[in-house]
């Protein structure tokens, strides 16, 4: 075959300019056409993605670029996605290493450079946002060769080339001097068509190939998205799944795909070294093998990371519930993290016996709160517990996960920072300083990274920088961590919220919401002072003594509420509490609304709230 084929991954820490690069490289060949709105990040197509800026589902495109096809997987760059990453470097020749020349190698580098080294791939580095002030491009290149030789890289890995370019202005060159930039992207592309191999190629083999990703769709289940090992296939093709657990099942292919651009588009025919899309096997699992049917054979099994933190997803059971959304019922909630573990395999639930709940695992926070901001656009109502950590029976030992923690601050909260670190089990690794900033590298339970960032970012003045990634399970420590040490004022009545209340309520604390506020007994109005809870009304209307008083209530003027976005308030609430999630709010609760009962519940069970008998 003369067709020219380069598959290759686009790596990179979070926020270091993956997906803006890809989507340069598409409108600059002219396969995409730039966006109205001028956004460059079009890969990431959920508008989660865009507000967020992270990607969070790994991506495939294809470019035509001098007679070479060029597919490209954008990949995430987030810990808690790290997953994607790892079973996209099975179906790629080479990677393209993204780095901030401002920010440099960070830990997310170390993880994806690893696992793209690991899998004996190619690399070409550009050194992205070489026009940032104060970017420090020499400084970058000698963190980014000591990272390749930390991590045992061979004398060809080693001899990578260098492209430094600026994604967001469109221009780049070969020389760390900025003024050679050009507004173009031939360097980039030209180096990935010279440096990347290209797949090796076999049409004349038996049918091989191996999803690393999904898709859903509603008519045809789950579709497969791949590289082809060997062979071809077409619509209508008899093929057989070698099922994880080594059984087979026969299916006919129904639809096949393949990617211009933007696009998925139906194709004729894939061919050995093609990314294709393969739909027909409704439950088709990553890892499976699909071949033809007089030649079985199986190929090695992808390794997929195991969830690490679950959650209890409910129906919503509030004094409010049904006001706002449309899908309010455990059996639509149900459906819907069925189709969602459809395409993402790092996700998993379980109903829960007796009751209108799912336990729901995931590979970390962010990976949970994306998924209920997610349901919430949808029109969901639902109630989540706090996260907890997965605990794993390793050699009959319970094993927890572990993080590698990397903070960034200015160096008058370095002593604050490690005492709160102190605090949840953290082992210093290193501590690096200069120019005024601090550097502090931990292997922290992620138990301990629960509840971390709402303190962290408080006692850092929003200064305070973190990045974490999971590094392995390790026997438990004993002891409680992350466990939120304020008490929390609770409503004990239902009714609007009054600013004649609130006046006398703000001295015990800090207010979570403001006057006019429809609360319900049991719901979370505030930040107590102190440790314990504190039952408060929140209702109280001031005495009307005469004409002059009754317009007094307008006149109060309190302190502005702290708000609390949902990562926050997942972040902040303990196990004996609830955030209650609907199209348009965001509260916090106790499980036990009732005040007696929730005292009641207290008393008998102290060691739940943290509390010695």
Not at 451 to 474: D, L, P
Request: glycine share 8%; proline share 5%.
């Amino acid at each position: 075959m003369d067709k020219q084929i380069r598959n290759v991954a686009i790596i990179a820490h979070v926020d270091h300019g993956k997906t803006t690069l890809v989507g340069r490289l598409l409108t600059w060949t002219g396969t995409v056409a730039m966006p109205q709105s001028g956004d460059i990040a079009m890969m990431d197509s959920n508008p989660i993605e865009h507000e967020r800026g992270i990607t969070i589902l790994a991506k495939t495109t294809s470019i035509d670029y001098k007679g070479t096809t060029i597919n490209i997987l954008d990949t995430p760059g987030h810990a808690d996605f790290g997953g994607e990453v790892e079973r996209i470097m099975n179906m790629v020749d080479g990677a393209v290493l993204v780095v901030d020349a401002f920010d440099g190698v960070m830990p997310q580098t170390r993880f994806v450079l690893k696992t793209a080294l690991e899998y004996k791939l190619k690399i070409v580095v550009v050194i992205n946002k070489v026009d940032r002030p104060n970017a420090d491009i020499k400084k970058t290149e000698d963190e980014i060769l000591q990272l390749f030789m930390d991590l045992g890289a061979d004398d060809k890995q080693l001899d990578y080339k260098i492209v430094y370019c600026s994604a967001l202005k469109g221009t780049s060159s070969f020389s760390r001097d900025l003024s050679t930039q050009q507004p173009t992207m031939a360097p980039v592309l030209d180096t990935i068509v010279k440096e990347i191999p290209s797949p090796k190629i076999n049409v004349e083999a038996p049918f091989l190939f191996q999803p690393s990703m999904l898709d859903y769709n509603d008519y045809i289940g789950r579709i497969g998205i791949g590289r082809i090992e060997t062979g071809q296939v077409k619509p209508g093709d008899l093929l057989t799944c070698v099922r994880l657990d080594g059984s087979q099942k026969n299916f006919r292919v129904q639809k096949l795909y393949g990617y211009v651009g933007m696009s998925r588009i139906e194709i004729p025919v894939a061919q050995s070294g093609e990314i294709c899309a393969i739909g027909g096997l409704p439950d088709i699992e990553v890892g499976e093998t699909l071949c033809t049917p007089d030649h079985v054979q199986r190929l090695p099994l992808l390794r997929i990371d195991p969830p690490t933190l679950q959650m209890t997803f409910s129906a919503n059971q509030s004094p409010f519930a049904g006001n706002e959304g449309k899908f309010v019922t455990a059996a639509k909630l149900g459906d819907r993290l069925f189709r969602e573990t459809q395409s993402d395999v790092s996700l998993k639930y379980v109903a829960q016996p007796a009751s209108e709940s799912f336990l729901v695992s995931g590979r970390g926070e962010l990976h949970l709160s994306v998924l209920i901001e997610t349901l919430r656009r949808e029109g969901f109502e639902l109630e989540v517990s706090k996260p907890d950590v997965i605990v794993e029976e390793i050699n009959g030992v319970k094993c927890e996960p572990f993080e590698d923690l990397q903070i960034d601050v200015p160096d008058e909260y370095v002593g604050p920072v490690m005492n709160l670190v102190g605090t949840r089990s953290a082992t210093m690794v290193n501590m690096d300083s200069n120019n005024g900033q601090t550097r502090l590298n931990y292997i922290i339970p992620t138990r301990g990274l629960i509840s971390f960032m709402t303190t962290f970012m408080t006692i850092t003045r929003g200064y305070g920088i973190i990045n974490h990634s999971f590094k392995e399970y390790r026997p438990v420590v004993k002891g409680t961590i992350g466990r939120r040490q304020q008490g929390v004022l609770v409503s004990v009545n239902a009714g609007k919220a009054t600013s004649y209340a609130l006046k006398h309520i703000e001295e015990r604390g800090t207010m979570f919401i403001v006057p006019g506020t429809e609360v319900y007994e049991g719901m979370i109005i505030g930040e107590n002072k102190f440790p314990r809870d504190m039952a408060v009304n929140v209702t109280e209307g001031m005495p009307l003594n005469n004409e002059r008083n009754s317009n007094k209530d307008q006149t109060i003027v309190l302190k502005a509420p702290r708000k609390m976005s949902l990562e926050e308030a997942l972040d902040y609430i303990n196990n004996d509490e609830l955030v209650e999630v609907t199209p348009k709010n965001i509260r916090m609760r106790k499980k036990i609304l009732d005040t007696n009962a929730r005292k009641k519940y207290e008393a008998h069970h102290p060691e739940e709230y943290g509390l010695s008998k």
